[in-house]
């Protein structure tokens, strides 16, 4: 088996780095991706490499932390030093090196390998890691599911018990066509209704949450609309215990949403098995509108109708990310 060198900053990976990254290992038989670390970087190298480690589990990914040149220019000895650097790094030099730029070439050479070029992807996967970085949502295709989950705008609906967060989430995510988070903690309750409420089972409320916000970020399309969220749960722990909860409130801290939406009370209460009771909707309310105060993104609060809260929300979220709006669906012809 010959072996494939593949270098980048990968900041962000996106569909054409992985067909590079595939198309070294089905050319040579092993790819190996060395992910370069430079000062003051928007995404942490640890970060990259992760990504491309769950997307490409069949080749060894490198991190390289030499603070090396990026441009010949910019010292006399800019090849000795890379050459160096990537011995140090790979322990054996390549039979090949992949690129789709014309440094591949010279750089093969500096390690004795063959430069291998690929620029078809350029052509047939149109992208680039820095358009991205500039506006992730009008490349949304060719991001795949961690990088997604990065770029993801978080919207998180809250409220009082019965005023219909999960309702709304549900409009939203489909007029948006993206994905909502339903309430982790209802679903749990539904399962098992007769479960008393405690200290415990309201932590298990905050780590399903945001392990389903995690896991559904990774499929949304740029907006990822959030039925509660662990700072809620945070809420919940004080008014029914009288405390804080320090794990509870350490995942609410760990959390941060582009936008609020905070459905009001001025709607019937409607009893359901998963809820604690209509008198808690006023202290609620009141601990919520205190919390508000420390958080740094918008805020929008919804009343009215269930339509009213809607178009409150749509334009709240249209107002915000004026990407989100939807393209209008083309007629189906015969």
Not at 108 to 116: D, Q
Not at 221 to 249: G, K, M, V
Request: hydrophobic share 45%; net charge neutral; with cysteine.
């Amino acid at each position: 088996m010959t072996e494939a060198l593949v270098l980048g900053k990968f900041m962000p990976p996106h569909a054409g780095h992985l067909h590079l990254i595939e198309f070294a290992q089905r050319f040579a038989g092993k790819a190996r991706v060395v992910v370069e670390e430079i000062p003051e970087e928007p995404i942490p190298v640890a970060l990259r490499a992760s990504w491309l480690r769950e997307l490409c589990p069949d080749s060894e990914i490198l991190t390289l932390h030499d603070k090396n040149p990026q441009e010949p220019a910019e010292h006399p000895d800019f090849w000795h030093i890379w050459r160096e650097s990537l011995l140090r790094s790979l322990g054996r030099p390549p039979a090949f090196v992949v690129a789709s730029e014309p440094y591949g070439g010279r750089l093969a050479a500096e390690l004795g390998a063959r430069f291998i070029p690929l620029d078809g992807w350029r052509s047939a996967l149109p992208i680039s890691a820095t358009a991205i970085r500039q506006a992730p949502w009008r490349h949304w295709e060719y991001l795949p599911a961690p990088v997604r989950a990065h770029y993801a705008t978080r919207v998180r609906l809250v409220g009082a018990e019965s005023t219909g967060k999960s309702r709304l989430a549900r409009r939203l995510a489909e007029h948006f066509r993206t994905r909502a988070v339903p309430e982790f903690a209802e679903s749990l309750l539904r399962a098992e209704p007769a479960r008393e409420l405690t200290s415990d089972l309201l932590l298990d409320f905050a780590r399903g949450q945001l392990a389903s916000e995690s896991s559904l970020a990774r499929h949304c399309r740029r907006l990822l609309f959030c039925d509660t969220c662990a700072n809620t749960t945070a809420l919940w722990h004080r008014l029914l215990f009288s405390a804080p909860h320090p794990q509870i409130e350490a995942l609410a801290r760990g959390t941060s949403y582009a936008l609020t939406l905070v459905c009001d009370v001025d709607v019937p209460f409607v009893q359901d098995s998963h809820r604690v009771g209509e008198s808690t909707r006023a202290p609620f309310m009141a601990l919520l509108d205190e919390a508000l105060f420390e958080i740094s993104g918008p805020v929008v609060r919804l009343g009215g109708d269930w339509d009213a809260r809607f178009q409150g929300a749509v334009d709240a979220v249209n107002r915000a990310f004026p990407w989100a709006t939807p393209p209008i669906r083309s007629a189906h012809t015969r």
